[in-house]
C-alpha cells in the first residue's frame, strides 16, 4: 500500500478545489473501470453540483448500461486529472497524465511507475471501485443510489462476486455501508453484469471444447478473427469471459489470446488458481495483478513464448506443491 498520510483529505481537497475535472481509465474498459470513473462522476455531481466534470475515454459497447461518456473537453490546462484503475501512462485512455500538471491517480493495481502529482496505490484493494467508496466514507461525500450501484458493480466484477482471494473483511465493511445508507437494488446489478446473448454461450461452449493444456497445467486458446466472425462476437468477448473457467481441475492457470483485426495485434487475457503470474506478464509488456493481468503480443509467436514462461512458473508451483 503507497500513498501519502490522509490521502483521503488530501485528494478531496483537490476535488474541491478544482472547477474543471476530468477522469480517465485504461483502454479496453472493463466494469471496474467505468463503474469507478462513472461512480466517481456521479459523486462529484451529487455533492458539487456546479463543476465540470468528463469521463473520457472510447466506448465498450457491452457495458454501456454503466452510464454515458464524454468527449474531452477543449480546454485542459487548468483542469483536475483523475486516473482509476490504471498503473502507468502508456494504458491511460484518451490522454496522457503527464501533460496534466494537477492530477491523481487512485489504483490497485501493483506500483509500475509514478505518473500523477498525487497517488493513492493501494493493492491490497479488491478494485478501483471500492477504493472510490472509500474515499466517498472517509471524507463523508454524499453517495447516492445511482453511484453506489455503479461502483458495486466495478466491485463486484474484479472479485468475481466476492470469490477471489482478494476479498476481505474490509471489503465487506465497505460493501456493508453502502447497503444500509443507499438501498442500492443488488439483483439488477447482478442481472445487467450476467445476463448475455445465446450466441455468446455458444461461443463459450467453442472455448470450452477447444482449450489446450499443457503437462504442467497451462490451459490456451488462440482464438483468430474468422472464429469471433463465425460466432458474431467481438474481439473483447473471449476475455470477459475467461473467469468462467476457474474451476477447471486441468487448468492452473489459463490464457486467452484473441486476435484483434481493428489493432493488428492480440488480446492476452491470462488468469490463475494458484501460481504468481503478473510477474512473467510483465515480461512481455503487460501486467495486472498476481492472479489475474493481461497484455497484448503482436503475433502467435510471442503468444506461445508468454505460454512457456507460464508454464514454467506452474511447474514450479506444482513442484512445491508436491514436496
Not at 30 to 51: E, M, V
Not at 274 to 296: C, K, L
Not at 299 to 317: A, H, M, P
Request: proline fraction near 3%; glycine fraction near 6%.
Amino acid at each position: 500500500m503507497l500513498f501519502k498520510s490522509n490521502i483521503h483529505k488530501q485528494i478531496y481537497k483537490k476535488i474541491k478545489k478544482a472547477e474543471t475535472i476530468i477522469i480517465a481509465r485504461h483502454v479496453g474498459p472493463d466494469p471496474d473501470a467505468l463503474g469507478s470513473t462513472l461512480g466517481l462522476k456521479q459523486i462529484i455531481n451529487d455533492n458539487f453540483p456546479n463543476k465540470k466534470v468528463y469521463v473520457i475515454g472510447s466506448p465498450a459497447a457491452k457495458f454501456k448500461y454503466i452510464g454515458e461518456l464524454d468527449k474531452l473537453p477543449e480546454d485542459i490546462e487548468n483542469t483536475l486529472l483523475i486516473v482509476t484503475d490504471t498503473p502507468d501512462h502508456r494504458r491511460v485512455d484518451g490522454i496522457d497524465p503527464r501533460r496534466i500538471k494537477n492530477s491523481i491517480k487512485i489504483d490497485h493495481h501493483p506500483y509500475v511507475e509514478t505518473m500523477c502529482s498525487l497517488e493513492w496505490i493501494d493493492d491490497k484493494s479488491t478494485s478501483a471501485s471500492q477504493m472510490v467508496l472509500e474515499l466517498a466514507f472517509k471524507t463523508h461525500l454524499k453517495i447516492t443510489k445511482e453511484a453506489g450501484e455503479k461502483l458495486y458493480l466495478g466491485l463486484i466484477a474484479d472479485t468475481n462476486r466476492f470469490m477471489f482471494s482478494y476479498t476481505n473483511a474490509k471489503t465487506f465493511d465497505i460493501v456493508s455501508r453502502l447497503l444500509k445508507e443507499t438501498n442500492i437494488d443488488i439483483t439488477k446489478i447482478y442481472n445487467e453484469l450476467y445476463i448475455r446473448p445465446y450466441k455468446e454461450i455458444k461461443f463459450q461452449g467453442y472455448m470450452s471444447l477447444n482449450y489446450q493444456i499443457t503437462e504442467n497445467k497451462v490451459g490456451y486458446l488462440i482464438i483468430h478473427d474468422e472464429t469471433l466472425k463465425e460466432y458474431n462476437v467481438d474481439a473483447a468477448t473471449p476475455g470477459n469471459m475467461i473467469n468462467s473457467f476457474n474451476h477447471i481441475n486441468e487448468m492452473l492457470v489459463w490464457v486467452t489470446a484473441t486476435e484483434d483485426k481493428e489493432l493488428g495485434s492480440f488480446r492476452i487475457s491470462v488468469r490463475s488458481r494458484g501460481p504468481i503470474i503478473n510477474e512473467v506478464v510483465a515480461n512481455h509488456g503487460g501486467g495486472g495483478h498476481m492472479f489475474a493481468s493481461g497484455t497484448r503480443l503482436q503475433n502467435e509467436e510471442e503468444i506461445f513464448s508468454l505460454i512457456k514462461d507460464l508454464n514454467i512458473v506452474t511447474k514450479e508451483y506444482i513442484e512445491k506443491a508436491s514436496n
